[in-house]
């Protein structure tokens, strides 16, 4: 029940301001954001790559409202590159972005807008000898994102795209995504979605994932595997032997701060195992998503409000 009433909140400027203006929130924050600043998160970088894993960093926004912010957004990812250029991870350290931090979601030529905008941080992307996976973001922004990608994929091949399995349309996304040779990140979801689009139960949910999982094995996609569900973890490594894939062919993906022990374990074995990391000041959103994927992260954060 309380997944929905959070992923509401995420979407309120009131709880927003309320939430990010209070320093109580700021210690539970950290657990999922490696920080405010560019530095903070290259630090968090050298540890995760120290430790044998890769990562796909995210610069925080989303939903822009006018074009300046998609200036600020787009000088932040040019910035971000620079650090990375300069610690020479090349693709161990990609980019993850979201084309409503671009634009896309602006009245009048959003989805063109967002190309042109976002073009720049590919070809910097391309220099620093890395590349980029577009965000998916809810479902009304599905079809603007993939046909950004289609048109930026001319130009920058291995750009990748993420796709929720609790999405109805998402199998066959995977079929021409795979067709294509597409570098594809398959995820279960993290938005309030209505019934006419998506699937509600957790298990049906988790159903799709294995039937895309599947189309992206036996496709041409590079799947990348964006789950802390240690049951899919399990299939997807027997899918991948069952394809012939080594493992170059796939990767693992997790986020900051969940499941760490797995990431190592994974790593360990030999995986690539890239870590989702977000910095940025602009947290709300993501962190309450994280709060309503799990409820036991409410519980953690309502005791560090209480404690102190
Ligand atoms: P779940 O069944 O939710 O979780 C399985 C287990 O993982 C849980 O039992 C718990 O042990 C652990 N776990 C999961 N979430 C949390 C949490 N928040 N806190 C603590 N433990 C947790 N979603 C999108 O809609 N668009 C995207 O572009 C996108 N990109 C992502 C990129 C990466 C690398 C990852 C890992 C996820 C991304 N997501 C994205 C989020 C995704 O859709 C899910 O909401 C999220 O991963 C939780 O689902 P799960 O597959 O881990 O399975």
Redesign the pocket.
């Known amino acids: 029940m309380l997944g929905p009433v959070l992923l509401a909140a995420a979407r309120s400027d009131a709880i927003r301001r309320a939430v990010s203006a209070t320093p109580l929130t700021r210690p539970v924050v950290d657990r999922?954001v490696a920080g405010e600043r560019l530095d903070q998160s290259l630090a968090a970088v050298r540890e995760l790559t120290g430790a044998g894993l890769a990562v796909?960093l995210d610069h925080l926004g989303e939903d822009v409202t006018d074009k300046g912010q998609v200036t600020q957004a787009r000088d932040a990812y040019l910035a971000l590159l620079e650090g990375l250029r300069a610690e020479g991870w090349g693709q161990r350290a990609e980019l993850?972005l979201?084309l409503s931090a671009f634009g896309l979601r602006l009245p009048g030529g959003g989805e063109e807008f967002a190309l042109r905008s976002v073009e720049p941080v590919l070809a910097a992307a391309e220099e620093a000898g890395t590349m980029v996976t577009l965000?998916?973001?809810d479902h009304t922004a599905v079809d603007g994102t993939l046909a950004v990608l289609a048109a930026l994929r001319g130009r920058f091949p291995r750009t990748g795209v993420?796709v929720?399995s609790y999405l109805f349309r998402t199998e066959d996304d995977c079929r021409a995504l795979a067709a294509a040779g597409c570098r594809v990140?398959l995820?279960?979801?993290?938005?309030r979605e209505p019934a006419s689009v998506a699937y509600q139960d957790?298990r049906q949910v988790?159903l799709a994932?294995v039937r895309a999982l599947r189309i992206l094995f036996t496709g041409g996609a590079h799947p990348?595997i964006?789950?802390?569900?240690?049951r899919?973890i399990a299939i997807a490594e027997e899918l991948a032997r069952r394809a012939g894939r080594d493992v170059d062919g796939y990767e693992f993906?997790?986020?900051y701060?969940?499941?760490t022990e797995e990431q190592l374990r994974l790593a360990r074995a030999g995986h690539t195992m890239?870590?989702?990391v977000p910095y940025g000041t602009d947290w709300y959103g993501y962190f309450m998503?994280?709060?309503a994927?799990?409820p036991?992260?409410l519980g953690f954060f309502a005791r560090s409000l209480l404690t102190r």
């Not at 995820?187 to 938005?191: C, D, L, N, T």
């Not at 964006?226 to 240690?230: F, K, L, Q, S, V």
């Open positions: 999922f796909t993850s979201k965000d998916m973001e993420a929720q990140r995820v279960k979801g993290a938005y957790k988790d994932y990348m964006a789950t802390h569900d240690p899919l993906q997790m986020l701060g969940i499941r890239r870590v989702y998503r994280r709060l994927e799990r036991a992260n």
